[in-house]
């Protein structure tokens, strides 16, 4: 089946800096090669793991670039192309095109709070600027608005909208959005605390900003789905929901944790850009413990890599 690619376990990438705070092309490069030998389906490139509204154009051209220069063809590649002007996305949609990405998606637009026509519009403007097949980013606790049937229902009248990747809490939302949409359509689990509970009400897929740390985990998971091991699936899920609060509980934000984390591993994507705080002070010292966490649920499941 023509969707099938969209299937498995699709992390959000992160966003890879040099020492100095630049898009660094090696680092970018080394994460998507790290990630393709852990055996996940696709790449989520420029999203909120990958700290899009901090970055200009050419930072979000040039990620989008290298992760298509190392993995094309290997594995679906998903560019998000959301920005603030309607124009600046377009641009970015026409860019992951040449480029050879598999599919865009794209937030609503943020910052006024606009009328659903807008909405409506924004994303159709960016569904007609290429060939590629498009999937709507609903996260209503950064943007603000929540996907509503309605608006579903009009866009799906374009050929071109493939999925949703929903991140709003509940999972009734994935329910909803299936229950509306013909049979084909692709649901992406978006909150990792509940991807188990997601893909037993209706998601596909799953696209995550705590896989790239534990992909073997989230891999793991969706195997127990799969094969229908619920007993399993709740266990691996809880362990999962333990790294996420723990990942979450340093100062600094949970991506400056991830990132620390990577160090640990010996793969150096550099810290995260301001807003976002790097982790400091005696929370360092804790970034060991949380590693150690997905190390021991790894083994506990019997993952070996
Ligand atoms: C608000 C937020 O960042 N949500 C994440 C989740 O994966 C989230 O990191 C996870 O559930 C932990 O809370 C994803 O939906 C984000 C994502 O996939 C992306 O980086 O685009």
Redesign the pocket.
């Known amino acids: 089946m023509l969707l099938d690619k969209y299937k498995g376990i699709i992390p959000?990438f992160y966003a890879c800096y040099d020492e100095s705070g630049e898009i660094s092309p090696e680092r970018i490069k080394l994460l998507a090669n790290h990630l393709y030998e852990k055996g996940v389906q696709g790449l989520?490139v420029g999203?909120?793991?990958?700290e899009c509204i901090y970055q200009n154009l050419e930072e979000r051209k040039a990620t989008l670039k290298y992760v298509s220069e190392s993995l094309k063809g290997k594995l679906t590649l998903i560019a998000?192309v959301g920005a603030p002007s309607t124009k600046e996305s377009v641009e970015l949609a026409k860019y992951a095109e040449e480029l050879g990405y598999d599919a865009l998606s794209a937030i609503p637009p943020i910052y006024f709070k606009l009328p659903e026509s807008s909405i409506e519009k924004y994303w159709t403007e960016i569904m007609d600027s290429t060939e590629l097949p498009f999937i709507i980013?609903n996260?209503p606790?950064?943007t603000g608005y929540n996907l509503s049937i309605n608006l579903l229902t009009k866009l799906l009248k374009n050929d071109k909208l493939i999925g949703v990747?929903n991140?709003s809490m509940p999972v009734m939302d994935i329910e909803r959005f299936k229950a509306a949409a013909p049979e084909e359509f692709i649901v992406f689990n978006?909150?990792?605390?509940q991807y188990v509970s997601g893909r037993l009400i209706g998601a596909d897929s799953g696209?995550?900003?705590?896989y790239g740390v534990m992909p073997e985990l989230f891999l793991k998971a969706e195997e127990f789905v799969v094969a229908g091991n619920f007993s399993e699936a709740r266990k691996i899920q809880r362990d999962i929901n333990d790294i996420?609060i723990a990942l979450?509980s340093l100062n600094g934000s949970?991506y400056s944790t991830i990132k620390e984390i990577y160090k640990l591993r010996g793969i150096n994507i550099g810290s995260v850009r301001g807003p976002l705080e790097p982790v400091s002070g005696e929370d360092l010292g804790k970034i060991e413990i949380i590693k150690n966490m997905i190390d021991v649920a790894k083994q506990k499941f019997g993952i070996e890599n």
């Open positions: 959000a989520y999203g909120s793991s990958g998000h980013y996260i606790q950064t990747k991140s978006g909150p990792d605390e696209i995550g900003g705590t996420i979450c949970m």
